[in-house]
């Protein structure tokens, strides 16, 4: 099966369909006229200049232009993680608890299923390698992000409990232990759902893609079958390292509570 | 009596690299075994903070002892299992009382008022009082052997207080216990037999035989 091309026109179309939804919103004040405008420029310039990206990268597939591509992703998923937070640590330790945990998460489990499970020859061939780890590090990004979040919002809401139990001889890990477990549950909800949800409620975007370009709907659910599992790997490893670097930055070598190093 | 169970202070304040914290005066006192110390003085003069830091909750500088032993000595939890601090408004984690108050006796429940069934009660059920009470037993099971208490009658009636003020003294008279009290009670003072330490001055002052007394 051939994939029907789209042309400039077309995508206009659609363009013009946000532009109205945009005016809509602007005329009933809602406030995200502008916001809906800027994204959707962003899309579009973002996603046109990853395409060119791809298409020099897969016609010179080199492994360090497949790393420098992957760092990038990595650097700006880590500072998507540190700008969802409502209170994120203050300094280097606010962007890096988040980049880290998706960098030790994400990639592991990437390179993992390059090498053992899907296995191009070679290893990074881009067509595979880029678009595995931008599925499973944005579903990452998501987990990550939340589980920091409700880690430190709660840190700062539930002060006073924590310091209660500190105040009674409680080490640190007990101390938070409940809201440490809260946020990886937060931060594994997405996933769990989308799992859930898959092939019921929602076809899922690389399985539609797949299928779009033509190819047999088994393979493409075989694929993202894969994927999923993958991505509950990576979000659930990257919600516990998040965990377990921030819970225990929020306290001193004392076992004291520090709030001071959040920004409040 | 069997051991001692001092306190000693030695220019404790907050250090200068905590732009977090106001300033603590610099505090240096002994509070000796079986002692009350007060410590009183206006809102926002530092009593909290006070005693936050010999509890070891905040950072401090300066040198605090337990039985003549470095508080460096002992880990952070170590501690603060020994040198107890109550907060003027306690926290409490789970939703019934006996999560907090497995080890408590029969005695000592009934002490402050409470029996055996108090323990199944929804903590959200207290009164403020109620909770202030459970939550001073909830630090004597751990069997500290300091107490720092944030104006633990605050919110006490007078049957109350004055089950608290004897459960303390039991803990100063039969255990040997230092206690340091936050306070604006002045009679509650004399009665306690103890002495002032006043914030933000960092000065102390014996017992006060009366009102005058405890003003000079």
């Known amino acids: 099966m051939q994939i029907i091309p789209l042309s400039a026109f077309d995508l206009s179309v659609a363009a013009a369909l946000v532009v109205a939804l945009a005016a809509t919103s602007h005329l009933m004040r809602l406030g995200v006229g502008a916001q809906l405008l800027v994204a959707g420029v962003r899309t579009a310039v973002q996603l046109l200049l990853i395409g060119f990206v791809l298409k020099s990268l897969f016609a010179h597939a080199h492994l360090g232009w497949v790393a420098l591509i992957a760092i990038v992703m990595l650097a700006v998923a880590g500072r998507e993680v540190k700008a969802r937070q409502r209170n994120p640590f203050i300094g280097l330790w606010g962007y890096g608890i988040g980049a880290s945990a998706m960098f030790v998460s994400g990639f592991s489990v990437t390179v993992f299923a390059l090498a053992a499970i899907v296995a191009p020859e070679p290893w990074y061939m881009p067509q595979y390698a880029i678009p595995l780890l931008g599925m499973i590090l944005g579903n990452t990004m998501t987990s990550v992000a939340l589980t920091a979040d409700h880690l430190t919002e709660s840190a700062s809401k539930r002060w006073n409990v924590i310091e209660a139990r500190l105040a009674l001889g409680d080490g640190w890990r007990t101390a938070i232990e409940e809201i440490r477990r809260d946020s990886i549950r937060v931060g594994l909800v997405p996933t769990i759902n989308a799992m859930a949800a898959a092939g019921l409620v929602s076809l899922p975007g690389m399985m539609t893609g797949q299928i779009l370009a033509g190819s047999p709907p088994l393979e493409a659910v075989k694929y993202q079958i894969l994927i999923m599992f993958l991505i509950s790997v990576g979000s659930g490893i990257g919600a516990a390292i998040a965990v377990a670097v921030g819970s225990r930055r929020l306290f001193d070598e004392r076992e004291r509570l520090r709030l001071d190093r959040l920004r409040r | ?216």
């Open chain 2, 1 to 216: 009596m069997s051991r001692l169970r001092t306190v000693n202070l030695r220019n404790l304040t907050h250090p200068a690299d905590a732009r977090h914290l106001p300033r603590l005066p610099p505090v240096s006192i002994n509070v000796d075994d079986g002692e009350c110390l007060c410590i009183a003085g206006a809102s926002g003069s530092g009593k909290t903070l006070f005693l936050r830091a010999v509890a070891d909750l905040d950072p401090s500088s300066g040198n605090v002892y337990l039985d003549d032993v470095e508080r460096c000595r002992f880990t952070g939890p170590a501690w603060r299992r020994r040198v107890a601090y109550l907060a003027a408004e306690p926290a409490w984690w789970a939703p019934n009382v006996r999560a907090h108050l497995s080890d408590v006796s029969s005695e000592q429940l009934a002490a402050l008022g409470f029996t055996q069934a108090t323990l199944d009660r929804p903590v959200d059920r207290l009164s403020t009082g109620e909770r202030q009470r459970l939550a001073l037993l909830r630090l004597l099971a751990r069997q500290p052997q300091a107490l720092l208490l944030d104006e633990p009658t605050a919110a006490l009636d007078r049957d109350a207080v004055t089950a608290v003020e004897r459960l303390v003294h039991g803990c100063l008279t039969v255990h040997g216990m230092a206690v340091l009290w936050v306070t604006h009670d002045r009679a509650q003072i004399r009665r306690l037999g103890a002495r002032v330490l006043h914030l933000p001055e960092a000065t102390v002052t014996p017992t006060p035989q009366s009102d005058a007394d405890y003003s000079s």
